[in-house]
């Protein structure tokens, strides 16, 4: 299996998105997305600096895919699209239908996670397409996966989010500026005081869901490393960790050690947990509500411990 | 495309029963639209919706009095379960449904291969919220029409339709998806059902009420969604319209509870050429469906005969009112600052 890094969720401030990237040139990722999937009002870094960052990237021998915003909704949402679509260097992550029509029958493009593959037959019109990978939707189960696999005519490679936190939902709105009052087409870029987002509880102080501006994620961070094995048998051919504010690096690192088997799943778990800005969960892989997490690999000897 | 001013808006109103339906076309209703009884639709709530029986009669009852039936097909179809979801294409053909309304790329690839006669219509699940989306869509598998997600701004609206060739549907009342449809598994994150994979959100099954100390507690999954002090009417917990803590401060962090209603847009609807506006509420009653199609008949009727003149009559907007989730309105994305 490959190891992928997701495009980054949040806004982070220029230095910060450049000195991050500095830091997954030297890591041991294999494949990069970049881009703004989030929200278009987020400026900070624009095409051209994302192709520099997918330059400098590529120069360090990673394999690098350009990600297109989720929600398109203005002219100029689609002209930042096309610009991305007719980059004639790296490949593209389509993240809505909007632009598959753009790459479709020109060039190899990776199909989304939320293009809302559920089913053999619509895998195999995206391939058909030129889809060379599919990202699973997040809240579909291993059972599910193997089965749309066991009938799928073409097999492009398979994806998987299996570290961050969820991205649950997308909306018109903004749930930031909405939290300081502010509209948004006036949001005082207020997702940059938020590196991990903004966390929402219930009334009796639960997490249960992120804020991060238009995109409602989980608040438990979802987390497959101690999974790896059914990832594989299922078969997943990429592993996506998904940026955080701190950490991501070594949260890379113990993915790679676990999947070198250098670690094993429980100590692999053991150490991540130490590096998440939440608890795990993991109920979608299980075919479970997503919140739920499922230990399947308890830390092995103390229950037969006799002291 | 230039948009066809001339053009009759039409009502596309719900039915989540026979009764229901034949309420709708009594009062008014040019199209309905309903569901088969199982998880191939988006509103797979229990004693809801239509066995093949009724479907039938329905299709019989709309026809005769010139009236169509739009057919909701708009979950994604899991690996498991594809032929529930082909057979109720082969059935929809079969019994005369006027359009089904999709939203997998995969079922529509089937609908166009097996039924090539019968129209497809693009459903809100399908999250289709520009142009080339859609454009997609209709050169792939022909969709003569899309509904759009609740997300879009008028003026985006209106820049979206100068782009295609295929009849735009709005939502224009009834319960508000302040997501975009089809790109949201909130449900599932809590209860593990969603409307893409089992065709319901915040299902019955996983709510509890409970009368506590500090007030009357609505749950989902054992998730707190709200908790009402005795002066507050409880309604019901869809996980995105209740009362959480951010940063210290408790409110609806979401949504508030509250309906669409866009009754003062109409005018600008019908200069903007969007063939048909769509009640949302397949869950409610006959009763509530013959009310709100009766204001929006007379409301749509009083637009056609006279854009410039129209005003929307307090009398309708106390209808509406009255059976309004929450009794308050808003006209959500397609007044800006609502975003």
């Known amino acids: ?307 | 495309m230039q948009p066809d001013t001339t053009k009759k808006m039409d009502l596309v109103c719900p039915a989540g029963s026979l009764p229901a339906l034949k309420t709708a076309i009594d009062n008014g209703a040019d199209c309905v639209y309903m569901g088969f009884r199982d998880d191939t639709n988006a509103r797979n709530f229990a004693g809801l919706n239509f066995d093949l029986t009724n479907a039938r009669e329905g299709v019989r009852y709309a026809h005769a009095k010139g009236k169509k039936v739009l057919l909701a097909l708009n979950t994604f179809p899991q690996a498991s379960g594809w032929q529930r979801w082909t057979k109720a294409i082969d059935n929809a053909a079969d019994i005369g449904i006027d359009a089904v309304i999709l939203a997998d790329p995969g079922l529509m690839q089937y609908a166009t291969k097996n039924h090539p006669n019968l129209r497809l219509h693009l459903s809100v699940q399908g999250s289709a919220t520009n142009h080339e989306a859609i454009n997609f869509y209709h050169e792939m598998f022909g969709i003569q029409r899309a509904v759009l997600p609740r997300v879009l701004a008028l003026a985006q609206v209106e820049q979206l339709m100068t782009h295609t060739k295929v009849e735009i549907e709005l939502f224009g009342f009834g319960g508000l998806c302040v997501m975009v449809e089809g790109r949201c598994s909130l449900s599932s994150y809590a209860t593990g059902e969603s409307p893409n994979t089992c065709g319901v959100c915040s299902p019955p099954k996983a709510v509890r009420w409970q009368q506590t100390a500090k007030g009357l507690e609505s749950r989902l999954n054992g998730i707190l969604i709200d908790r009402y002090g005795e002066d507050e009417n409880a309604g019901y917990p869809t996980l995105c319209k209740g009362r959480f803590d951010v940063a210290g401060e408790t409110y609806y962090a979401i949504e508030e509870p509250t309906s669409l209603n866009t009754l003062e847009l109409l005018p600008e609807l019908k200069r903007l050429g969007i063939a048909a506006i769509k009640i949302e509420g397949r869950q409610r009653s006959p009763a509530y469906v013959g009310q709100v199609t009766k204001v929006w008949r007379e409301a749509i009727d009083s637009c056609n005969r006279n854009a410039q003149a129209y005003s929307v009559k307090p009398a309708w907007m106390a209808d509406l009112g009255n059976i309004s989730e929450g009794q308050q309105h808003t006209l959500g994305a397609y007044y800006r600052p609502w975003k």
């Open chain 1, 1 to 307: 299996m490959k190891l992928a890094l997701g495009p980054i969720l949040y806004y982070w401030d220029r230095d910060s998105m450049f000195k991050f990237y500095d830091e997954v040139a030297a890591s041991s990722v294999d494949i990069v997305y970049v881009g703004e999937t989030v929200c278009s009002r987020r400026y900070l870094l624009r095409f051209q600096d994302y192709l520099s960052v997918a330059e400098k990237l590529a120069e360090a021998g990673k394999e690098v895919v350009l990600s297109t915003q989720t929600l398109i909704e203005s002219e100029s949402d689609l002209k930042t699209l096309r610009r991305i679509t007719g980059n004639e260097k790296f490949k593209v992550e389509a993240n809505d239908m909007g632009a598959v029509r753009l790459v479709a029958n020109k060039v190899p493009f990776v199909a989304g996670l939320t293009l809302n593959v559920y089913n053999p037959q619509t895998l195999d019109m995206l391939a058909g397409l030129g889809a060379t990978r599919w990202v699973m939707p997040v809240e579909m189960s291993r059972e599910t996966l193997a089965t749309l696999l066991d009938n799928c005519q073409h097999k492009p490679e398979t994806e998987v989010f299996a570290y961050g936190r969820l991205p649950l939902a997308f909306s018109a709105r903004c749930f930031t500026a909405r939290h300081h009052n502010l509209q948004k087409d006036d949001c005082q870029f207020k997702c940059l005081d938020y590196k991990d987002g903004l966390t929402l509880k219930t009334r009796e102080g639960q997490p249960f869901l992120n804020l991060n501006g238009i995109q409602t994620q989980s608040a438990l961070v979802y987390n497959l490393i101690g999974e790896l094995d059914t990832l594989k048998s299922a078969g997943v051919d990429v592993v996506r960790v998904s940026p955080q504010g701190e950490h991501t690096i070594e949260i890379l690192q113990l993915f790679r050690d676990c999947m070198e088997q250098r670690l094993s799943p429980a100590q692999a778990l053991a150490q991540i947990e130490k590096l998440m800005p939440e608890a795990s969960c993991n109920g979608y892989w299980h075919g479970k509500p997503g919140l739920d997490f499922i230990r399947s690999n308890p830390p092995a000897a103390t229950a037969s411990n006799p002291h």
